[in-house]
């Protein structure tokens, strides 16, 4: 077998005499030689990234360079290193995931086992493990034995503590290391092989103006973006945007539409369409001794408005063991127009929602005057 040709050398840089290229070439060679002598130390004994990046220092101060820092690219690390020279070096076997707000590293050990790490904690789980014992060891590890005790207290297939953001987290940690959980209550099942995921469109109906929604905005469901499976719904609240006094004279009403899978809503608390949610909802509406006749005035007549609604929502939630910070998204009755509305809670996916949004109507005075209440168009 032949020996492969040595790579060229970067061009000496401008400005320098042969003699100090040469020098520059050399410290390069000297660091990044030091630096994949740790990449390889960091593979065999799984260094997090501020401890990489703490030896990464030491070899930038001995050898003079401009840049050595750990980069993601993806869900792994990269190296990059300048000096006059530059290069890349890749860093194998760690994978990076982003989940509740830290950065969790992960390591395959080999045998479908892996480690996952955050800061000084380290856990190490293998693939024959059962799912619920992986969640309760990510929880145990990362958030306490409280959490890991709470999530060990609800049967299977229940909904009932409502799962915590805590085992949110832990079950998205889980997946990206490549050891899924089960999906747990409130979160739509994976599609099975070969069966496409079922997509629903919803509707906004808005201005431009406030598009992205009001910031503080509790409405019926407390805070969110407000949109609705029907497009009904989202033409009658285009219309009505248009005309509300806030609204700048002229602008006209949108319905904005956006197409998503369920999975794209994230954990979904439905008390809208048949199900167990819905049902406690409504026993709640109806037969709670402290609802008295407020709950079927509210379910009948929306009265109250969404004063009413949102509290008699908080306290359900409260009766029933959920809280909102359970959910990225919750469907519910719109009883004022007597149909759906859904809010959207998590950031990341309203951003997505609106980035994909397309106009799919527009509410505006036939003849371009002033608004008053006229048709969607």
Not at 131 to 146: C, K, N, Q, Y
Not at 219 to 236: F, K
Not at 311 to 335: C, H, N, V
Request: proline share 9%; hydrophobic share 35%.
């Amino acid at each position: 077998m032949q020996p492969r040709p040595a790579p060229p050398r970067p061009a000496a840089p401008s400005g320098q005499t042969p003699a100090q290229a040469s020098e520059t070439q050399r410290r390069f060679d000297a660091g990044m030689a030091e630096a994949r002598a740790l990449a390889a130390r960091h593979t065999a004994s799984r260094l997090s990234a501020r401890e990489l990046q703490a030896e990464l220092d030491a070899i930038r101060e001995r050898h003079g360079f401009t840049e050595l820092r750990l980069v993601r690219s993806g869900r792994t690390w990269v190296v990059h290193a300048r000096l006059n020279p530059y290069a890349e070096l890749p860093l194998p076997g760690a994978q990076q995931v982003d989940a509740g707000g830290q950065t969790y590293e992960v390591f395959a050990t080999g045998g479908g086992a892996v480690l996952i790490a955050r800061g000084t904690q380290k856990l190490g789980i293998t693939a024959g493990e059962p799912e619920r014992s992986r969640v309760a060891a990510v929880l145990r590890t990362f958030f306490g034995d409280a959490e890991a005790r709470r999530f060990e207290a609800r049967r299977p297939g229940s909904d009932l503590p409502a799962p915590s953001a805590a085992e949110t987290t832990a079950r998205r940690i889980l997946t990206e290391a490549g050891l899924a959980a089960e999906a747990a209550p409130g979160a739509p099942p994976p599609p099975t092989p070969g069966q496409a995921e079922r997509t629903v469109i919803i509707y906004r109906g808005t201005t431009w103006q406030v598009s992205g929604g009001v910031p503080g905005l509790k409405h019926d469901l407390g805070p969110g973006l407000y949109v609705s499976p029907s497009p009904r719904i989202g033409a009658i609240y285009a219309e009505e945007r248009r005309v509300d006094e806030r609204t700048a004279p002229g602008s006209p009403g949108v319905v904005l539409a956006t197409e998503l899978t369920e999975r794209d809503l994230g954990r979904v608390l439905d008390i809208y369409n048949d199900g167990p949610a819905k049902r406690s909802w409504e026993d709640f509406l109806y037969n709670d001794r402290l609802v008295k006749t407020i709950g079927p005035a509210l379910a009948e007549r929306y009265a109250g408005g969404h004063e009413h609604y949102f509290s008699l929502f908080s306290l359900w939630l409260q009766k029933t063991g959920r809280s909102l910070g359970q959910y990225d998204a919750i469907i519910a009755p719109e009883y004022r127009l007597k149909g759906p509305q859904m809010v959207i809670r998590n950031r990341a996916i309203i951003d997505a929602l609106l980035r994909r949004a397309q106009e799919a109507a527009r509410a505006v005075d036939a003849a371009g005057a002033p608004p008053h209440p006229g048709s969607v168009r």
